[in-house]
C-alpha cells in the first residue's frame, strides 16, 4: 500500500523522455523500440483467443526470470491453477516463481448469482488486495486480466467506471508498469470503452481467418510520446511463447560476401564461373514438374553439410522421409546429415497455416536453428495460401530476412510448361541473385531436361544449355550436341554422337586412305626419280667413256701426226689446225 | 405484510435445514454475518449501522456480527473475495450471499439475506 512516493507526482511533471520497460516477448520490443511505457498502464485488447492472457503471464514471467521486476496477475477469469496448467506447456515453471516471491497469481472471484448490490460502494477491497499482492513481493509489473468482468459481476456502471479511473491512477502512482487487458467491442477497442481511461499504450491483438487460414497479428495502436512500428505484424504462441514478427527491421542493409560456395554439382559450379553459388545469396531453381528441382536442391543441402555447415530445408510438397527416399534413389543420402543434426526438414502444407504464420516461422528457424542455408521447396505453392500479390510481398519479406542474415538460399519454383517464365518467377525475379531454368525438351518422342543459367549476378557464367541427366549418382549435367535443328538431347544427343563418330571414322578413313595413296605416289615418284638418276648416270658414264675414247683416239692420232710431222716437218704448219679441234 | 414475511422465512427454514444441519445443530444465532470494510468512512458507518437495523428488526436473537476491516488485514481480503467494499457476507445460512453497498434499500438487503423472495421478472 506504501508506494513509491518519487512516482507520486509522475503524473503532472511531464517527463522529458518516456522510460520504456522491456517486455521480453520476442519482437514486441523491437517495434515499440524498447517495451511499454514504464510506471504507466498498457492496454492490451483482443477478442476471445487472442492471446491477451498468455501474453499478460509472459509479460510477468520474462520480467521475473530475465529484468528481476516481480509481478502480480490478477485473474477474474481463469483461477491460479488454471493459469500455471496453461503456461506449463510454455516451458514456465509458475508455482517456483511463486514460492521465490517472483510472482502473485491473485484470482478474484466475481459471481453475480450471489451477490447483491445495494446503496453506494467502491472497489476499495480491490484495491487492497492488489495492494497486499503487489507489496507482498515487491512487484513492479502487474496485470488485471480482464477487468471487465467487473463490469458482468457488479451493476452500477457509474461508480464502476468512476472506480476503474480511480484504478489505474493509483497503479501509475504506484510506478507500477500494468498490462490491462481488455475484450474487443464490435466498433470499438474494447467492449466497455476502457481505452478512454489507458491512454499511454494501446496494442491490439488480433486472431482472424482468411480463406479458412487463421493469422494472429499484432499492432501497436497508439504509442503516446514515442515512435513504434504501426503496421500489423505477425505472430506465433508457439512451445517458447510469445513472437512478433518485427518486419520493419528488414531492409537493403545486409552485407553481401564474395565467397563462393559449391552448388555441389561440379560441372554447374564450372558453369558458373568455375566456383559456385555467392555465399548469402539467392538461387532460384525453376522449370516443369519432374524437372529435377528438388535434386538440384539436394546437391547444394549435401555440399553445404559436408562444409559443415547447417541447412534449414522447407518442404511444402514433400514429407521429410519423401525427400529422403527420392534422394536416395539418385545417389544422394541425407539421411546422416539429419542425423548429424546438420540438416532439419520442417515439411508442412502451405494451407496449414497463413502466409504470416509461415514468415514467422521461418523466422523461428532462423533464429533457432542459424542454419547458414536455407532450401524452400517449392515458393510456388504459397499462392494456393494468399493471394499472388501476398505471396510475393511474403516471399520479398523472406527473402529480406534470409539476406540480412547472409544466408545462401535456394528456392525452386514450379513453373507451366507452356510459359517459360512462369508468372511468379516474373514477381520474383528482382529478388533472385542466381536463376537455374530447368526445360524440358521434346524431341523425337522423348523428353529430356535442358538446364541454362538466366541469370547469374555478380559473376561469369556459362550461356550453355547443358542437358540435365538424372543418374544413379545424382545429376549430370552433360554438353549438349548440336545438330543442324539446334541443341539436340537424349537418344537424340546419342544419334547424333553416332553419326558424328562414323563421320569421323570415314573421315579419318578417307585421310588414311589419301595419305596411303600419297605414299604410293611417292613411292612412285621416288622409283621413277631413281630410274631418271640410273638413266642419267648411265649416259654419263656413256659420255665420259665416249670423251675417255675420243681422248684416246686423239691422242693415238696426236702422236701418229707427231710421228709423221718429225718425218715429213716442212710439209705441214700443224698447230692452227690442232688449236680448232679443241 | 410481517405475515407473509414469516411465512417466506418459515418457507425458508425447511431449504436451510436440507443445507445447513446434520453437523450442526440449530443455535439461536443462526446467523453469522460478516461486514467487510476499509476504515471509518461514511460508507463503512453506514453500512454497519443499516445492517444492525435490519437484523434488529427481523433477525433478533439470533444473527452475529463480525466487522473486518480490510486496512488492518488486506490479506483477509481474498478468503471471502472481496472486491468492492463495504461487503456483507453472509456466511450462514449456507449457501453464502453478498450484500455489496451502503445497504441502504432493506428490501434489497431482505432479498440479498433471502429473507424476502426476488420480486417477480
New interface residues.
Partial sequence: ?AGRSSRRTGRQDAPPKLEKVPTGIKGLDEITMGGIPQGRPTLLCGGPGSGKTLFGMEFLIRGATEYGEPGVFIAFEETAKELSQNVESLGFDVPILINQKKLAI?F???DQQ?????????????F??L??AIDSIGAKRIVLDTVEA?FA??TNEFILRGELRRLFRWLKEKGMTAVITAERGDTTLTKQGLEEYVSDCVILLDHRVIDQVATRRLRVVKYRGTSHGTNEYPFIIDEQGFRVLPVTSLGLEHKVSSERVSSGIPELDEMLGGKGYYRGSTVLVSGPAGAGKTSVAAHFVDAACRRGERCSFFAFEESESQVLRNMRSIGINLEPWVKKGLLRFIASRPTMFGLEMHLVSMHKELTDFKPENVIMDPITDFEAVGSQRDAKSMLLRMVDLIKSAGITALFTSLTSEDVALGTTEVGISSLIDTWLLVRNLEQMGERNRGLYILKSRGMAHSNQIREFVLTNHGVKLVEVALGPDGVVTGSSRAAQRAQEETEKLARAQAKEARLKTLEHRRAALDARLAALQAEFEAEVQAAKLEIAQDELREKRLASERSSLAQKQSEKVAPKPARGKRK | MTDTKDEKTGAKKPTRKKTTPKDRAPHETEWELRL?V?GHTS?SI??LN?LRQICEQHLAGKYKIEVVD??EN??L??GD???????LVRRLPE???????????TE??L??LQLRPREEA
Avoid: F
Fill in positions: 500500500m491473485d478474484v472471484y466475481l450471489e451477490i447483491e448490490v445495494t446503496g453506494e460502494y467502491d472497489l476499495e477491497g480491490l487492497i488486495r495492494g497486499y467487473l459481476g457488479l | 467487510y476499509a460508507k453506514a453500512a443499516n480490510l486496512l488486506p490479506q481480503a481474498k473475495e472481496i472486491v468492492a467494499l463495504p461487503t449457501p453464502i450471499r453478498k450484500i455489496i453497498g451502503s445497504l441502504s434499500d434489497k438487503v432479498v440479498g
